[in-house]
């Protein structure tokens, strides 16, 4: 796989659930950074991820057609949008059910070996998911 072809084949998978597709996608050693410290290696943890992150908002979307390839590179401008239907894990943090609705942009780079994701680094503004989640208030005076 290209990885032009990455963001199409991986929204499809994502927006089905279909986590083996998902990992297909992934080198077996894949590297995962994430906001907070969150770091991962292997395809089994990266799929945990996505399962507890499925369970935590139960119609969430993803949405990966904003993007740049330059070779074995890929950056995604993404978005993701659903309900907070199950507890959410953030760090060391569990955020209970709220019910509330979010729409989350964030930035994803990606470094591609033979075909294969190995590494993905994600950022988003974690401070507005909380503010979205009504775990925490948006600053009036910026």
Do not use: K
Request: aromatic content about 8%; proline content about 4%; charged content about 25%.
């Amino acid at each position: 796989m290209s990885a032009s072809e990455y963001p199409a084949r991986a929204e499809q998978a994502f927006n089905r659930r279909d986590a083996e597709s998902l990992a297909a996608l992934w080198a077996p050693d894949f590297e995962y950074d994430g906001p907070g410290g969150e770091r991962s290696t292997g395809r089994a943890a990266a799929i945990v991820r996505e399962r507890a992150l499925w369970a935590a908002f139960p119609d969430i979307r993803a949405d990966l057609s904003r993007h740049l390839v330059a070779g074995e590179r890929l950056v995604i401008e993404g978005r993701m949008c659903g309900t907070h239907g199950g507890s959410l894990r953030l760090g060391s943090t569990t955020v209970p059910a709220s019910g509330r609705r979010i729409d989350v942009t964030f930035v994803a780079l990606f470094r591609f070996v033979d075909g294969l994701v190995a590494h993905e680094r994600v950022v988003y503004d974690r401070a507005d998911l909380l503010v979205q989640l009504g775990v925490a208030s948006a600053a009036e005076d910026r």
